[in-house]
C-alpha cells in the first residue's frame, strides 16, 4: 500500500459498499449561495451539528449508523469559484458532463437526453449528487432535512426515486448482483477476498496513483490537494423493462422448442434447471443464463456450470476465468464488461476498464406470474447505478462503447450489443446461444431492456479536497 494512502481521506463508498444499510436516496442540489456553500463543504468535512458529515473508508471498529457522500459536477465546481486554471486541468468527458457524450453512452432514442425528466433535463443547474445510506426512510428523511436545513446554500433540484436493496442481492430482472467488485491493492485482504483475477492497482479508481498500463497514471486534477485521491462517477438512472425481459424469454424459449437441438439445451433435462420445470420454463432460464453469463437466482457462472445452476460439488461464484473452450457466451453481459483473462482482440484491455459498481434496484420487485396485473405495469422499476473509475472515458465510457454497444472485443460478436444492456433493436439485434457441439443458435429480435433515465459525470474528491473547496476565497 502506498505510504501516502490513507482511508479517512478517502469517501467511503468508493471503498465499501455500505452493504448493511439498504436503503439509498440521491439528492441532486443546486448551488444557490457561493460562500454559503463553501461553509457546507467545509462542515461536512469536518463534522457538526449542522451538515451531514462526509463518511469515509476508515471505519475501524464503529460503522456509521448513516452514510453521506457528495459528488461534485464541472458545472458545480466551477460554481463555486474553483480557479480556471484548476478546471483546465479536469478531463474532457468531465467537462463535457454526460449529456453532451450521449452517443459515446448509447443514450439515443428514447434513452437520449432531450427525455431525461427534470432535474436531469437540465445539467447546468446540477451541481452537486450528494447520496443518502441508510436502515430506514427515517432515516434518510432525517439526513435530508439536516443537508438542507440553512436553506440558503444549495437548493433541492430533485431526486431519482429511492433504491432499496432486494433480499439475497437480487435485481430487478433476476440476477444476482453484487459478487464481484475489483480487489484493490492495499485496501482489500488478499486472503478474504481472494477471486482468481490480479488485484487491481489503487490508480483504477484513485487519482495519484499507478494504474495497469505500465508507466501510466491518469492525469491529477491541480492542485494535488484537490484531485489526490479523487476519482470518477457515472452516476446512472436506468429504468428496466422487466416485463418485456419475461416476455422475451418466453418467446425465446417458445422458438427453442421447435428446435431439434433442445437435447444439446438440456443435456442433463429440465429438473437439472429447476426442479419440476417443464422443458418451456427450463429453456427461459437457460436463455436468460447465457444472456448474462450466470444462472438467475443464484449466480453460479456458466463458465463453471454450463448445463446446471446447482452443479455438484458447488463452485466458486468468483473464481473462473474464460479460457480454452468455455460455453459462456462471447457476449454474454458479465464477459462483455469484464473479459477476465480470456483473449479478447485489444489484449492490453484486459483489466483496464474494471470499475467500482454501486448498484441498488429502484420500484418494487415483479411478480412474473401476475404478468397482467396493470398495478405492476404502471410501476416503474430500474436501477440506480454509480459507476466509480479513475478515468471516466477509458473506463466507463470506453466500456459502454467498445465492448457493451460495438462487441469490438471479439470479432464474433462485433456488431452485436449487450443483450441485457445494450441499445438493441428487434429489427437488427443479434446473440449467438452456444451449444454442447461447438455450433451456436441465433436469437433474434432482443428489444432494449434498459433505458437511462437521467445521469451526471462527478468527481468524488477526497476529504483534503473538501477542505480546499470549502477554503477558496474569490
Not at 185 to 206: F, I, K, N, S
Amino acid at each position: 500500500m502506498s505510504a501516502v494512502f490513507k482511508f479517512a481521506d478517502v469517501q467511503g463508498n468508493i471503498v465499501r459498499g455500505y452493504r448493511r444499510k439498504p436503503r439509498v436516496r440521491h439528492l441532486v442540489l443546486e448551488i444557490t449561495d457561493r460562500i454559503a456553500a463553501r461553509r457546507w463543504l467545509a462542515a461536512s468535512a469536518s463534522g457538526g451539528e449542522d451538515v451531514p458529515r462526509i463518511a469515509t473508508g476508515d471505519w475501524k471498529a464503529l460503522e456509521p449508523v448513516t452514510c453521506f457522500n457528495i459528488g461534485l459536477t464541472y458545472e458545480g465546481l466551477r460554481a463555486l469559484g474553483t480557479p480556471d486554471s484548476s478546471l483546465e486541468t479536469f478531463p474532457i468527458e468531465f467537462v463535457q458532463g454526460m449529456n453532451a457524450r450521449a452517443l459515446k453512452l448509447g443514450d439515443v432514442g428514447e434513452s437520449a437526453p432531450e427525455t431525461w425528466p427534470a432535474p436531469f433535463n437540465d445539467p447546468k443547474r446540477i451541481h452537486i449528487v450528494a447520496t443518502i445510506y441508510a436502515h430506514e426512510i427515517a432515516q434518510l428523511n432525517q439526513v435530508q432535512h439536516q443537508a438542507l436545513a440553512d436553506g440558503k446554500a444549495l437548493r433541492l433540484l430533485g431526486a431519482p426515486p429511492d433504491g432499496c436493496s432486494f433480499a439475497h442481492d437480487l435485481v430487478h430482472f433476476g440476477y444476482r448482483d453484487n459478487i464481484m467488485q475489483p480487489r484493490l491493492e492495499g485496501v482489500h485482504d488478499a486472503d478474504r477476498y481472494a477471486d482468481g483475477q490480479p488485484r487491481a492497482p489503487l490508480g483504477t479508481v484513485l487519482l495519484g496513483y499507478s494504474t495497469n498500463f505500465e508507466g501510466l497514471m491518469w492525469r491529477v486534477p491541480e492542485p494535488e490537494r484537490l484531485g489526490h485521491n479523487g476519482t470518477f462517477n457515472a452516476f446512472r438512472v436506468l429504468k428496466q423493462d422487466v416485463a418485456g425481459f419475461e416476455a422475451y424469454l418466453d418467446t425465446a424459449a417458445q422458438d427453442l422448442l421447435g428446435q431439434a437441438t433442445i437435447a444439446e439445451l438440456l443435456p442433463l433435462g429440465p429438473d437439472a434447471i429447476g426442479k419440476g420445470l417443464s422443458p418451456h420454463a427450463a429453456l427461459r432460464e437457460v436463455v436468460a443464463a447465457n444472456m448474462c453469463g450466470r444462472w438467475r437466482r443464484n449466480g453460479t457462472p456458466l463458465a463453471l456450470s454450463p448445463d446446471t445452476p446447482n452443479p455438484s460439488p458447488a463452485v466458486d461464484l468468483a473464481k473462473f476465468d474464460y479460457v480454452g473452450d468455455s460455453r459462456c457466451p462471447y457476449g454474454a453481459h458479465i464477459r462483455r464488461c469484464n473479459p477476465r483473462g480470456g483473449h479478447i482482440v485489444q489484449r492490453v484491455a484486459n483489466n483496464s476498464r474494471r470499475l467500482v459498481r454501486r448498484g441498488v434496484p429502484y420500484g418494487p420487485s415483479y411478480d412474473p406470474a401476475q404478468p397482467r396485473d396493470p398495478n405492476q405495469a404502471e410501476q416503474e422499476r430500474g436501477l440506480l447505478g454509480n459507476f466509480i473509475g479513475a478515468s471516466l472515458g477509458a473506463q466507463f465510457e470506453a466500456m459502454s462503447c467498445d465492448w457493451l454497444n460495438l462487441g469490438l472485443q471479439d470479432p464474433r460478436i462485433t456488431g452485436s450489443n449487450d443483450p441485457i444492456a445494450g441499445t438493441n433493436d428487434p429489427l437488427s439485434s443479434w446473440f449467438d446461444l452456444p451449444l454442447k457441439s461447438g455450433n451456436t443458435i441465433r436469437l433474434r429480435g432482443l428489444p432494449r431492456f434498459v433505458q437511462t433515465r437521467g445521469g451526471a459525470y462527478t468527481f468524488l474528491p477526497s476529504l483534503e479536497a473538501i477542505r480546499f473547496l470549502g477554503s477558496l476565497k474569490n
